[in-house]
């Protein structure tokens, strides 16, 4: 069964920074590939940084220069470190497993943690 905890949410002013972990578990972590999305009231759940199990990594135009998505196989985790944060950053992100590509895709998700950008 595949588990997805995540942690390191917070409160954070403007322009600062926070660290992401997602913890994974019941899962042949170096298989998959792993995402972050978030999901602002009012509006649809979007993909904000992606790493394939090769390593590969893509973003929302957002966020980029300020993301910075990396994993740990052997310790099954993967991180999204958000620097120079901004109040339009505020939501509850989610980690996401995926494992296959297209229709046949698979995909798990934690529970998320929230992400507050505020003075």
């Known amino acids: 069964q595949v588990q997805l905890v995540e942690s390191g949410g917070g409160l954070v002013q403007p322009g600062g920074s926070l660290r992401l972990s997602c913890a994974a578990s019941g899962i042949i972590f170096s298989i998959y590939d792993m995402g972050w999305y978030r999901q602002a009231p009012g509006k649809q759940r979007e993909l904000v940084a992606a790493i394939t199990r090769g390593g590969s990594t893509n973003y929302a135009d957002s966020v980029k220069g300020r993301f910075t998505i990396s994993r740990d196989n052997p310790k099954k985790v993967v991180y999204l470190q958000m620097n120079n944060l901004k109040p339009e950053d505020t939501a509850v992100y989610y980690c996401?497993?995926?494992?296959?590509?297209?229709?046949?895709?698979?995909?798990?998700w934690g529970q998320g943690t929230q992400v507050t950008v505020s003075s």
């Open positions: 996401n497993a995926k494992l296959g590509r297209g229709a046949g895709a698979t995909d798990s």
